[in-house]
């Protein structure tokens, strides 16, 4: 079985501070790992993906995730916070063996930025 | 950038009546999902669909769903007896050949029971 642990259910920054929003993730196969974000009244725009190349992904907006295997953790960063990064962030795991596409979904992190 | 399309975006009914969501998702993809996502709640897989066919569904994806893919372009959840607990935000998604997990996700439906 799967699972995403996200910690924080809320993360506030200061714009042009670092952003970090933690994602641990439990799974018995190796795992794909993904970072979306959601807009209010918007779907989920996939941030960025790990799927076994290279351990630090690089996604859109100036995100980034490391891949580490030892710590079962997949948390996403960016350098420094910008108004337009304030929206829930969802990570979310799946298996690549057998892989219908299912995605297990995290409870999700809200990011404020404050100016 | 081609997009996946969901229609109503809000969508009332009363409990116990049939409701049909709707998702055109993008052109050339081959693998179609629903997901949810009830209030202050995580994002929840409800099915997946893959060549005309349920590769995976579950446990929340009972009796009462159907999805369908009628005409080669939509993709369709249907709810036959609403419950009040189908309250959700409905999620339509797509994926290509070159990876298979949801790429695209539509905007939602967002679905109320009375």
């Known amino acids: 079985a799967q699972s995403v642990t996200q910690l924080g259910s809320h993360v506030s920054v200061s714009e042009g501070a670092l952003v970090l929003l933690r994602c641990n993730y439990s799974?018995?196969?190796?795992?794909?790992l993904f970072w979306y974000v959601q807009y209010p009244n918007q779907g989920l725009q996939l941030l960025l993906k790990?799927?076994?190349?290279?351990?630090l992904v690089k996604g859109i907006n100036g995100f980034e995730a490391e891949f580490k295997k030892s710590e079962t953790s997949f948390h996403l960063t960016k350098p420094s916070a910008h108004m337009s990064d304030a929206a829930e962030y969802f990570c979310a795991v799946s298996s690549r063996s057998g892989n219908t596409g299912k995605l297990i979904f995290g409870q999700g992190t809200t990011l404020q930025v404050k100016p | 950038e081609p997009e996946v399309t969901q229609t109503p975006s809000h969508q009332v009914t009363q409990m116990g009546q049939e409701v049909i969501l709707r998702c055109v998702p993008i052109s050339n993809h081959l693998y179609f999902y629903w997901y949810r996502q009830i209030l202050g709640q995580k994002v929840e897989f409800l099915v997946s669909?893959?060549?005309?066919?349920?590769?995976?569904k579950s446990e929340i994806f009972d009796d009462q769903f159907s999805v369908e893919r009628p005409d080669g372009s939509n993709f369709t959840l249907k709810i036959r007896s609403t419950k009040l607990e189908d309250s959700a935000m409905y999620f339509c998604?797509?994926?290509?050949?070159?990876?298979?997990?949801?790429?695209?996700f539509g905007d939602g439906t967002r679905l109320s029971i009375l």
């Open positions: 669909f893959y060549n005309n066919e349920i590769s995976e």
């Open positions: 799974s018995s196969v190796p795992p794909y």
């Open positions: 998604a797509s994926g290509d050949r070159v990876q298979n997990q949801p790429q695209h």
């Open positions: 790990y799927t076994s190349a290279a351990t």
